[in-house]
């Protein structure tokens, strides 16, 4: 299941010690990135897109960094998913 990850700079922490940390960090077993981005923003600093086997690989990525970022994680799907079950969903079958 691909997962969407929004992660917000807590206050009191520095750039300079989010970048140290992720030069070495990666992502838990059973976690795979597909898209990582580092937005020039004060509203996201990251934006992940990660494939997981379970939330348990989620859950530890986040205990990793909830002391520097607000994490908002969110279940997801490629625009090509969301057609196909849009096209099902119009042809009255469920999904």
């Known amino acids: ?6 992660a917000k700079a807590k206050a009191g922490s520095s750039g300079r010690e989010r ?3 992720r030069v070495s960090w990666e992502y838990p077993a059973g976690m795979r990135m597909v898209a ?3 937005p020039m ?3 996201a600093a990251v934006i992940a897109i990660a494939e997981a086997d379970s939330v348990a ?4 990525a986040v205990v990793d960094w909830d002391d520097v970022f607000d994490l908002t ?3 997801a799907m490629t625009a090509e998913q969301g ?3 849009a096209k099902q969903m119009q042809a009255g079958s469920s999904a």
């Not at 299941?1 to 929004?6: A, C, G, T, Y």
């Not at 690989?57 to 530890?60: P, R």
Request: charged letters at 15%; aromatic letters at 12%; a neutral charge.
């Open 41 to 43: 923003s004060t509203a």
């Open 73 to 75: 994680v969110m279940p």
């Open 1 to 6: 299941m691909l997962f969407v990850v929004i």
């Open 57 to 60: 690989s989620i859950m530890k």
């Open 19 to 21: 970048v140290a940390r």
């Open 36 to 38: 990582e981005y580092w």
């Open 83 to 85: 057609l196909e079950l």
